[in-house]
């Protein structure tokens, strides 16, 4: 019976840490943009890190998501590097543009927050929406803290999602914020 109940509890820190990577509680309790996107969401994700750079750095590094995923590009960028210079131009937001291979920017404040959706994918998918907030911490250093809210469709499809997207989502979304937080720190290094 013990072992069951540590069983269970191992679990439950597990799936917590899957759901949360890095994220405060205060973080998990605050409204985001995204919460406006996406109605009745069945699940949100949260993902963050601490960034040794300014948040206008940073800001201009996730303004890169317009080309490239920055996270492993063999498995979604179908193998093609994602930029590790800033690409001029990328910064020249707009609603609607196309972010990644299928989300589109539905919102954003410069230096702030950039705010997606997924486009066009159908209801056999379900939906997502995505805020990446940047949290200045000074004039050196600031947070960023990513939500995913997600809408899984109906049937066995969004019974799979529910167990295939929350830990598939840490293992790529971890790859692309540390990405992001190396290349701002750089930026500032000058490396």
Request: positive net charge.
């Amino acid at each position: 019976m013990r072992a069951t109940a540590a069983c269970g509890a191992v679990r439950l820190a597990a799936d917590g840490f899957v759901r949360t990577w890095r994220s405060t509680r205060a973080e998990r309790a605050a409204d985001y943009p995204c919460d406006r996107w996406l109605d009745e969401p069945d699940e949100a994700l949260f993902r963050a890190a601490d960034v040794d750079a300014p948040a206008a750095v940073l800001f201009r590094w996730l303004c890169q998501l317009r080309v490239a995923p920055y996270s492993y590009d063999w498995i979604d960028n179908f193998g093609r590097p994602s930029p590790r210079r800033l690409t001029p131009g990328l910064d020249a937001l707009a609603i609607g543009q196309r972010v990644m291979s299928f989300f589109e920017i539905v919102e954003f404040e410069r230096d702030r927050h950039l705010t997606l959706r997924t486009r066009g994918m159908g209801s056999w998918l379900g939906a997502l929406a995505a805020s990446y907030v940047v949290v200045p911490r000074g004039a050196r250093s600031c947070r960023l803290v990513v939500k995913l809210v997600v809408r899984y469709p109906a049937g066995p499809l969004g019974w799979a999602e529910r167990w295939i997207l929350p830990p598939g989502d840490l293992v790529m979304m971890r790859k692309q914020i540390l990405t992001f937080k190396r290349l701002a720190e750089e930026s500032v290094r000058g490396d």
